[in-house]
């Protein structure tokens, strides 16, 4: 009896500690599945491994951030403590379910996912590529003007 209790704790200790299905959980955080009370999706605010809204912070490390599964549900229940979510899900409460499934799908981003700043690199060199082609642009299209300009100008200052 003894060893069968044991054998159960055991069983218990080595269980995920989060009992959701992180790709119901994925879909959950893409809006692939709609939240039963009507919540947004939160890749509307949020982004995962790059992928997702950057008006909220990075999700992808949330769980480690909250010190796990139970940390995280915590925070999940009470997402009316952030300010900006308040509004959105005030009358959109997400179930104990969903909860599970997301927190299940973002245990599984931070040990697998990559965080991205709100802005990422490749955008300004992008922006910068855009400038720079700007530049060239005008210099063709108007460089031949200014230094026509410029020779009048020198050669009506000689005499
Ligand atoms: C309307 C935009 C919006 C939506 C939709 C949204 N969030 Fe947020 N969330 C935010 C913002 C902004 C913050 C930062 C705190 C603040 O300003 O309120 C935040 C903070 C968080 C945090 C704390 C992050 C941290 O690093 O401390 C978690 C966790 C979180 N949101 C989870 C979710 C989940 C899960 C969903 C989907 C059910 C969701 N959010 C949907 C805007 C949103």
Request: aromatic share 14%; hydrophobic share 40%; proline share 4%.
């Amino acid at each position: 009896m003894k060893y069968l209790l044991t054998f159960l704790l055991f069983l218990i200790s080595i269980s995920p500690s989060s009992a959701g299905d992180p790709e119901k959980g994925k879909k959950l955080f893409y809006g692939e599945i709609s939240f039963s009370n009507g919540g947004l999706q939160c890749m509307a605010c949020h982004r995962v491994d790059g992928s997702g809204g950057t008006l909220g912070p990075d999700l992808t490390k949330v769980f480690t951030r909250y010190g796990g599964a139970d940390g995280l549900k915590a925070v999940l229940q009470g997402s009316t403590a952030f300010p900006t979510m308040t509004p959105v899900y005030r009358d959109a409460n997400l179930t104990e379910e969903e909860i599970s499934h997301l927190t299940a799908f973002f245990e599984k981003a931070a040990q697998e996912g990559r965080e991205t700043g709100r802005f990422p690199v490749g955008y300004f060199f992008f922006a910068f590529g855009g400038f720079l082609g700007l530049v060239f642009i005008s210099q063709v299209v108007w460089g031949g003007r200014l230094k026509s300009v410029r020779r009048k100008l020198v050669e009506s200052s000689r005499y």
